[in-house]
């Protein structure tokens, strides 16, 4: 018995994928291509350029989805990155089939403005579009197109943006890496070795190659931001209620205790506040009944020549930062700095405490809701496996294990004492003590008068395929925790990896040995040449200013020559 239903979950898992394959071959060849001097113009383009040119009728937006269709085509063949093609499907929405005669008015609903016309957007495989599949990994899900679209989706299409393709996820959406039976492994752009971080890693490496102005992803507690962090891009999380969210899926439907919020990724700054921005003034909480009825507010943070406020976090967990990503954030620190702010280490209030109320309230439900979308035969990532194994332990066993490691492995120790399923009562303590937590966090916020927190968003560089469970899914907590917060946190890439910079001391030694084994997974040389990204953090609700936090940051880094450029397409030429 359990080998037909292992075969069946197979047999889903190879059509899909030949149906994925079967789509890529029929597409005209041009889409195979390189770009033509015009097509390379309008690539060039920013979102606010290609919307004014497409409004004026200078540009059609079939023109825009070839180009784009090209770098998504390249994209996918270095990465494996995609999950579904929709080129032609983007262009049949009302909003952009009837162009350009619509230009100046727009017959499908006066009442729209289409202010994302034209621009190429594409959607993580947990949000639906009507009439394709949204998986999240499972092959279960396969096969079963959804009958209506999600309220983000819709806005979009109203907007006249060009929904072209859904991108790839691990599957369940736990972990560090991103790749399931139904669709394979996603590549970093940069080292086909290397991972794009988890769960919107098949979005950043389609992002970073230039096959999408926009991906739509999912955060709950550093889903966009560890795969921007990984590739080199740029993404800001708002708090729970401000972009919406309504019409995604998730292996953990129904959790409160850390929210699941749609954010967007961008190739650039300018893109990412720009599309913010627009989607903000389209109304959102018209789409979405848990969208907060919040305008757009234009904040300016130079004012009078004002310098701000920082504090440096360099504490997130067990794991230290690595000598490459502490480059980074040293590199930021440095040129505010320079530019008169002033930077100062904040110490969090008790981090270890805030991180064992995420993961309790992440897992309260003892992983039942992961276990139990899985097929017969179906497997999650080393990650993913590692936690639902340890809550399947018995209680008693774990208090057994943490009494006799809690001197040698004290971080390891702590998950097993509290890592079980809870009770209804439990779960509610537990809510009432992460609104402790933030509370503590407001009143340290306020009274060291900060602007911003800038931190990493992760400890280490992208590492190897495979590797995630020597990394762990512990070092996450330079993310989960402003998740738990509900903090609005964006991330920027700042340099790369350099391998004579970024080496270990001689004399380094990990402090824990969970640290240990994660650090037996940073490798400077290997990781040569790879993204190093920050992390820039403000309170709930601070999306206008956290943009313009990040601006600040990029302004500064620009003043000291320090210009973050792509290189993710030349490094995928090179491997391909």
């Not at 190879?14 to 690539?43: F, G, N, V, W």
């Not at 601006?551 to 880094?557: G, M, T």
């Amino acid at each position: 018995m359990f080998s037909f239903f292992s075969t069946t979950h197979k047999d889903a898992c190879a059509r899909k994928q030949a149906e994925r394959q079967a789509s890529l071959d029929a597409l005209p060849p041009i889409y195979s291509t390189p770009l033509s001097l015009t097509e390379q113009k309008i690539h060039a383009l920013s979102l606010s350029q290609l919307v004014s040119e497409c409004k004026a009728g200078e540009i059609a937006p079939a023109d825009i989805m070839v180009a784009y269709a090209k770098k998504t085509v390249a994209a996918h063949a270095a990465t494996n990155c995609v999950t579904d093609l929709m080129f032609d499907e983007a262009l049949r929405i009302p909003a952009v089939a009837n162009w350009p005669h619509n230009t100046d008015l727009d017959a499908f609903d006066s009442t729209r403005d289409r202010s994302l016309l034209g621009v190429p957007v594409s959607i993580k495989d947990t949000i639906d579009i009507a009439g394709h599949d949204t998986t999240i990994g499972y092959s279960r899900n396969t096969n079963h197109p959804m009958a209506s679209s999600s309220a983000v989706v819709r806005l979009l299409q109203d907007a006249g943006a060009l929904v072209h393709v859904k991108t790839t996820v691990p599957t369940g959406l736990l972990g560090l890496e991103t790749g399931s039976e139904v669709y394979g492994r996603t590549s970093n752009p940069y080292k086909s070795t290397h991972t794009t971080g988890a769960s919107t890693g098949g979005g950043a490496a389609l992002i970073a190659c230039g096959g999408s102005k926009i991906e739509i992803g999912t955060d709950v507690a550093g889903s966009v931001r560890l795969p921007a962090h990984f590739c080199g891009i740029w993404s800001l999380k708002g708090s729970a209620g401000r972009f919406p969210t309504w019409g995604n899926q998730s292996s953990m439907e129904g959790l409160e205790g850390l929210q699941l919020v749609s954010s967007p990724m961008a190739g650039s700054l300018e893109d990412l506040d720009e599309f913010w921005k627009r989607v903000i003034t389209a109304k959102p909480w018209e789409y979405d009944h848990t969208c907060h009825p919040i305008p757009w507010r234009n904040v300016d943070l130079r004012e009078d020549g004002r310098k701000l406020k920082w504090g440096i976090m360099l504490e997130g967990g067990p794991v230290p930062i690595t000598p490459a990503c502490k480059r980074g954030l040293s590199m930021v620190a440095t040129a505010l700095r320079k530019q008169g702010h002033e930077v100062v280490e904040f110490i969090p209030p008790d981090l270890e405490r805030g991180l064992n109320i995420a993961y309790q309230l992440l897992f309260s439900d003892g992983g039942e809701q992961l276990r139990s979308l899985l097929s017969p035969g179906e497997g999650l990532n080393k990650v993913a496996s590692s936690v639902l194994g340890l809550l399947a332990l018995p209680k008693c066993f774990k208090q057994f294990l943490a009494y006799f490691t809690q001197k040698s492995d004290p971080a390891s120790a702590s998950l097993l004492r509290i890592m079980h399923t809870k009770s209804v009562t439990e779960l509610r303590a537990l809510t009432a003590q992460r609104e402790s937590y933030r509370a503590e966090w407001h009143d340290s916020w306020r009274e060291k008068g900060l602007d911003f927190i800038i931190t990493v968003p992760h400890p280490f560089p992208a590492f190897k395929h495979g590797e995630s469970e020597k990394v762990n899914l512990m070092t996450a907590g330079f993310t989960t925790i402003f998740s738990l917060l509900d903090y609005t946190a964006g991330v920027l890439p700042v340099t790369f990896v350099d391998k004579d910079l970024d080496c270990l001391p001689v004399d380094f030694k990990a402090p824990s040995l969970v640290a240990s084994v994660a650090y037996s997974a940073y490798d400077a040389d290997g990781m040569h040449g790879l993204p190093l990204g920050v992390q820039i953090v403000g309170k709930r609700l601070e999306e206008e200013r956290v943009l313009e936090g990040m601006k600040i940051v990029q302004d500064a880094l620009k003043q000291q020559g320090i210009v973050f450029a792509s290189q993710a397409e030349v490094a995928m030429k090179n491997d391909l």
